[in-house]
């Protein structure tokens, strides 16, 4: 069974600070997705990062995948209330299935 | 179009009771899938369908069945419900599952008592 592991698993901070979400595997995956979820919806994806190395920015929401494709990040800049949600990060293993990780609760404060 | 539907939105169950979710989706997907939803343990995978006719187990298939009979619809069954079973429960769909974009639908919540 491949894990993501998430952390960290909840986030309050002030609106303006910045904050970077991570999430761990000791498994390869061909590319790696993150959702954004708000409460009582079901999530929405934000972006999928396929290429070892890549960055993709997203507004104020930077998305990198590591080298060796076993980890991604989600910073975000200058954090709004807006931004609080449930940030879940899914591995596609080249199956027919997707991995998700346990999520990130984040709270903005205004 | 409306995407994802799924009914009902809420449902409470008694233990050893019987019941169907429903799942449609008006975008011509061929990959669908039901994942649950628990504190702390984000989505996992119950069963999947990758066409009309072809379902597979996913990552915690016990207790539940699936059926496609159409591209459109893909109901999830819990034959004897368990309080195990309490959760929420999300239908998802994808043009093509390889680095496409899943779409959820609303979410049903369950409590089984």
């Known amino acids: 069974t491949q894990l993501l592991e998430q952390s960290p698993q909840f986030l309050s901070i002030q609106e303006g600070e910045n904050l970077t979400v991570y999430c761990n595997s000791s498994s390869v995956f061909s590319s790696l997705q993150w959702y954004r979820q708000e409460p009582g919806e079901g999530p929405v994806l934000l972006v999928t990062v396929v290429t070892g190395g890549e960055v993709k920015k997203l507004k104020r929401l930077t998305f990198q995948f590591g080298d060796a494709r076993k980890d991604s990040s989600l910073h975000i800049t200058a954090a709004q209330p807006g931004d609080t949600g449930l940030y879940l990060c899914?591995?596609?293993?080249?199956?027919?299935?997707?991995?998700f990780g346990g999520g990130t609760r984040l709270m903005v404060k205004p | 179009n409306a995407g994802v539907t799924q009914t009902p939105k809420f449902q409470v169950l008694k233990t050893g009771q019987s019941m169907t979710l429903q799942c449609a989706q008006d975008m011509n997907h061929e990959y669908m899938s039901w994942y649950r939803q628990d504190p702390g343990m984000g989505l996992r995978l119950i069963h999947y369908?990758?066409?009309?006719?072809?379902?597979d187990q996913g990552e915690v298939p016990n207790g539940y069945n699936v059926s496609r009979s159409t591209t459109e619809d893909f109901p999830l069954r819990l034959l004897s419900a368990a309080p195990s079973q309490t959760s929420v429960y999300f239908c998802?769909?994808?043009?093509?599952?390889?680095?496409?974009?899943?779409?959820f639908g609303p979410g049903t919540r369950l409590l089984v008592l």
């Open positions: 998802a769909s994808s043009q093509g599952r390889r680095r496409g974009t899943q779409y």
């Open positions: 899914a591995g596609d293993n080249a199956g027919n299935m997707l991995t």
């Open positions: 369908s990758v066409g009309a006719g072809i379902t």
